[in-house]
């Protein structure tokens, strides 16, 4: 191949048009038959969405003829990913993950850019998003993860009103309860539960630790308090479900919850609809996503399929959906989804067991972003090193 001075100035000049453009890459085509898609859910996001999921295969026959669906723990997504990228055959789509799966999936490389390089795609994304989940969008999708569904999440406290008769107020007065009445407070590990990490990412604020953002050298107070409170705690759940059937059966009288965690559970009857929650003096909201993610290996007729599918449960009547049965409540990311819009049966859900005190929470409370997700998998770690690994059941 020759090269002279104008191959040169041309790459030069096309280099520079393509960083000009945000290295925005043409989609690849839609297929001529429909394809089969794999979802895999580490998260929880198919009880809001996979109806929208099914709504899309039922409008477009011509692009996809069956989506298969797939839960699984998210510490686990990670390996399973990788495994099959390594064997060359990757048999997962797209994946459904919280904050958790998208940091363990940056920290390996296994999540396919998909902005700007699709940019052109999501016409008008960051405008369409709800301020909170478009900070989200930013600082943890990092391009590779699009926000599905968004909710400020927590921490608060769940407790049984006949079981609990002084609410404590501080984190001091939740340190002192949990050693006046061990074993009966609870939260889940943090790498596989909402209310887990939003828990300890919640709890340099309340502390006044110096960096809440640093987990290494800003959580002094915070890891201090966890190792103390781990004296008065049995064990640590792999999940958060764990939590919510030991804290309905009466085996635990006050746990971490979440909005969406607190209202889901009393509509399936797991949790007594009598249950409160509060906050601790010094509350600030970490908000919570779910994300859309795809491996790197897709093949290109699947790939266009998941970037027109991502637009479709972006619209106003996809994101509907997502009030469900307040399981992350209210989790629309976009704006202009009122409750109204949502089925009849997911009005009624939040009419009967969600509470009006959230409406004031979430105006009047600082919302942040959780940690950034190389952040996150080092204070995961660190948990399970030196809070997690003291009990195990």
Same mark, same amino acid.
């Given at each position: 191949?020759?090269?002279?001075?104008?191959?040169?100035?041309?790459?030069?000049?096309?280099?520079?048009?393509?960083?000009?453009?945000?290295?925005?890459?043409?989609?690849?085509?839609?297929?001529?038959?429909?394809?089969?898609?794999?979802?895999?859910?580490?998260?929880?996001?198919?009880?809001?969405?996979?109806?929208?999921?099914?709504?899309?295969?039922?409008?477009?026959?011509?692009?996809?003829?069956?989506?298969?669906?797939?839960?699984?723990?998210?510490?686990?997504?990670?390996?399973?990913?990788?495994?099959?990228?390594?064997?060359?055959?990757?048999?997962?789509?797209?994946?459904?993950?919280?904050?958790?799966?998208?940091?363990?999936?940056?920290?390996?490389?296994?999540?396919?850019?998909?902005?700007?390089?699709?940019?052109?795609?999501?016409?008008?994304?960051?405008?369409?998003?709800?301020?909170?989940?478009?900070?989200?969008?930013?600082?943890?999708?990092?391009?590779?993860?699009?926000?599905?569904?968004?909710?400020?999440?927590?921490?608060?406290?769940?407790?049984?009103?006949?079981?609990?008769?002084?609410?404590?107020?501080?984190?001091?007065?939740?340190?002192?309860?949990?050693?006046?009445?061990?074993?009966?407070?609870?939260?889940?590990?943090?790498?596989?539960?909402?209310?887990?990490?939003?828990?300890?990412?919640?709890?340099?604020?309340?502390?006044?630790?110096?960096?809440?953002?640093?987990?290494?050298?800003?959580?002094?107070?915070?890891?201090?308090?966890? @190792?103390?409170? *781990?004296?008065? %705690?049995?064990?640590? /759940?792999?999940?958060?479900?764990?939590?919510?059937? $030991? !804290? &309905?059966?009466?085996?635990?009288?006050?746990?971490?919850?979440?909005?969406?965690?607190?209202?889901?559970?009393?509509?399936?009857?797991?949790?007594?609809?009598?249950?409160?929650?509060?906050?601790?003096?010094?509350?600030?909201?970490?908000?919570?996503?779910?994300?859309?993610?795809?491996?790197?290996?897709?093949?290109?007729?699947?790939?266009?399929?998941?970037?027109?599918?991502?637009?479709?449960?972006?619209?106003?009547?996809?994101?509907?959906?997502?009030?469900?049965?307040?399981?992350?409540?209210?989790?629309? @990311?976009?704006? *202009?989804?009122? %409750?109204?819009?949502? /089925?009849?049966?997911?009005?009624?859900?939040?009419? $009967? !067991? &969600?509470?009006?005190?959230?409406?004031?929470?979430?105006?009047?409370?600082?919302?942040?972003?959780?940690?950034?997700?190389?952040?996150?998998?080092?204070?995961?770690?660190?948990?399970?090193?030196?809070?997690?690994?003291?009990?195990?059941?």
């Amino acid at each position: 191949m020759r090269i002279n001075r104008r191959n040169l100035l041309g790459g030069a000049a096309g280099l520079a048009a393509l960083k000009a453009a945000g290295a925005r890459a043409q989609a690849p085509t839609l297929p001529k038959s429909p394809v089969t898609l794999s979802v895999m859910d580490v998260g929880g996001a198919l009880a809001l969405m996979q109806k929208a999921f099914e709504a899309y295969r039922q409008a477009k026959p011509e692009l996809v003829s069956r989506i298969t669906y797939v839960k699984g723990p998210a510490p686990e997504i990670a390996s399973k990913v990788k495994a099959q990228q390594d064997a060359g055959r990757v048999d997962i789509d797209m994946v459904l993950t919280g904050s958790d799966g998208l940091a363990a999936g940056l920290e390996n490389n296994l999540w396919l850019k998909l902005l700007p390089t699709y940019g052109d795609r999501f016409p008008g994304l960051e405008e369409n998003y709800e301020p909170a989940a478009l900070n989200l969008h930013r600082a943890q999708g990092q391009g590779y993860g699009i926000v599905i569904n968004y909710y400020p999440s927590g921490p608060l406290l769940e407790y049984a009103p006949d079981r609990v008769k002084s609410v404590p107020t501080t984190a001091d007065e939740l340190l002192a309860w949990a050693k006046a009445n061990p074993n009966r407070f609870m939260y889940a590990r943090p790498a596989n539960s909402g209310p887990g990490r939003t828990f300890i990412m919640g709890l340099p604020y309340l502390l006044g630790d110096k960096d809440p953002k640093d987990p290494v050298n800003g959580w002094e107070k915070t890891w201090a308090y966890l @190792a103390e409170l *781990n004296r008065y %705690i049995e064990y640590y /759940p792999s999940g958060t479900t764990a939590t919510m059937k $030991e !804290f &309905g059966e009466g085996s635990r009288d006050m746990i971490v919850s979440t909005t969406g965690w607190d209202i889901n559970p009393r509509a399936l009857g797991i949790v007594p609809k009598e249950a409160k929650i509060a906050t601790l003096k010094g509350f600030h909201w970490v908000s919570d996503a779910f994300f859309m993610v795809v491996p790197k290996g897709v093949a290109d007729d699947k790939l266009a399929v998941l970037l027109d599918l991502m637009g479709f449960l972006l619209k106003p009547e996809s994101q509907a959906f997502a009030y469900d049965e307040g399981y992350l409540y209210p989790g629309p @990311a976009v704006k *202009n989804v009122p %409750i109204t819009m949502a /089925p009849k049966e997911s009005q009624d859900v939040i009419r $009967e !067991f &969600g509470r009006p005190e959230y409406a004031d929470l979430i105006a009047n409370n600082p919302i942040e972003l959780p940690l950034t997700p190389d952040k996150m998998v080092v204070a995961f770690r660190r948990w399970d090193e030196q809070i997690g690994s003291k009990r195990s059941k």
